[in-house]
């Protein structure tokens, strides 16, 4: 498989970061949470009975396009994410009215992405904007348009960030995240108040070691601070797993990677896994749930935990700012610690910063249709309007340079993540991107819950990482 050009989020110095992927958790595009159980369309298709409200919006933007006159050429979006689908169609709706330009956009239902786009990308009518994730660039990349001498390109602070190979601009990054280790920081506080209390104030969290010492200390006192355990539950619910195959897996790869100088591999040591094991431990250990009862755990149970300011911690990213809102905790007690594993020099750590968003313009789309979709994309980073809908409605953090530092989510994980990129802390790297596939995802995602279950152990967990790695990577089509 050809190198790709490093997804580099190291050393952000503009605003980095979204609100919502993903919630992150991408799969095959992205891990993270989705809600949405069928696609929703806002164009026709030809799929036989289409819904009569899109079809109506269709039609009026079509109006439109006639009565201002455009050159022809028209906006087709397939959005990966179900839970934006209503602001993108404002969007869309919003387009038309200002340009004129026929704009319509498609949401693929949960998990269902790529399938849904090779069945699109087939169509006469076939999308004019879709979204790739490194890993499934290779699959993509004769639809991707070269974006090399496009506004869009050049807009875009960290040309590094681009997904690329040679002299080619496949895909250009629109939004990124970042996760780590969300805590309350008024529990905390209460807790470092206590006599014997393992530190004076949260920020003396820098290790593993002191991430522990205090969870630990902090799981022996949930009673007399009033909370049901340290971290939140670490649910297993299959599908639902990917804060720890992937996510928390994460840091081992990361490592590993920056440990021999590399961005992929096509076999891994899992010089790491065992720095994995011992934070997973950890969350295992001191939570609210027992281990064996995991499985049927999801990320919402752990969030409401969290939002209801039951437990200190709770491992995930700044999209989950929408499960905490409006509940117990305080916005201003909802804080970010980086993932600490016992790697060396982790006290130089930020917080886990990329993105598997990445938008391609389609190279096989007409050059009106194209010049159209290009039109789009630089209206939504550039104008009033499309910058208000990108921060404002879909709480995104751009990684382009039209955005001031002013133009950033009012999420504050968001603002604790642009933070952390303006220090001198060292963001991690999205790693997890390179992994071969969504089967490799679901078979360590299985062999994690048999170990925490205790009907697997340790070792299982190391075939699933190590073996299954090198099975896929010499085979990426085996899935």
Known sequence: MKKLNALTVLGMTTVLTMGLLGGCGSDSGKDTPQTAETSVETKSSDNGDSDKAAEGKTTEAGENTEKKGTEGGKVYYLNFKPEVADIWEEIMSTYTDETGVQATVMTAAAGTYEQTLKSEIAKTDAPTLFQVSPVGLDTWKDYCMDLKDTELYQHLSNKNQALSSEDTIYA???????????????????????????????????????????????????????????????????????????????????????????????????????????????????????????????????????????????????????????NEVAEE????????????????????????????????????????????VNWLITSDTGKDYMVNKLNFTSPFDTFQADEAPGNPLSRQIMEYAASDKESVSWAFSTMPGDAYKKNLGAALLEYTQGTGDWDGVKKAFIDEWAKEKSNPTAE
């Open 333 to 376: 007690d909802v804080k970010f610690l980086p993932i600490y594993i016992g790697a060396e020099g982790e006290e130089n750590q930020g917080l886990c910063v990329g993105t598997e968003a990445f938008w391609c313009v389609n190279s096989k789309a007409s050059e009106a249709d194209q010049k159209a979709t290009l039109d789009f």
């Open 172 to 326: 250009v990054p629109y939004a990124v995240e970042g996760y780590g280790i969300i805590y309350n920081n008024k529990i905390l506080s209460d807790y470092c108040a206590m006599d014997g209390a393992k530190i004076k104030t949260a920020e003396e969290i820098n290790s593993f070691a002191k991430l522990k010492e205090v969870a630990e200390d902090i799981q022996a006192k949930k009673d007399d601070l009033g909370i049901q355990g340290a971290f939140a539950a670490t649910g297993m619910s299959p599908g639902d797993d990917w804060r720890w195959h992937t996510h928390l897996m994460n840091m081992p790869i990361y490592y590993e990677y920056k440990d021999k100088g590399i961005t992929d591999a096509e076999s891994l040591d899992g010089t790491y896994l065992d720095n994995y094991k011992q934070i997973f431990d950890l969350y295992l250990n001191n939570s609210t749930v027992e281990p064996e009862m995991l499985s049927s755990i999801g990320t919402g149970d752990s969030m409401s935990e969290f939002a209801l300011g039951e437990v200190a911690f709770v491992q995930n990213g700044d999209w989950a700012w929408n499960d905490i809102k409006e």
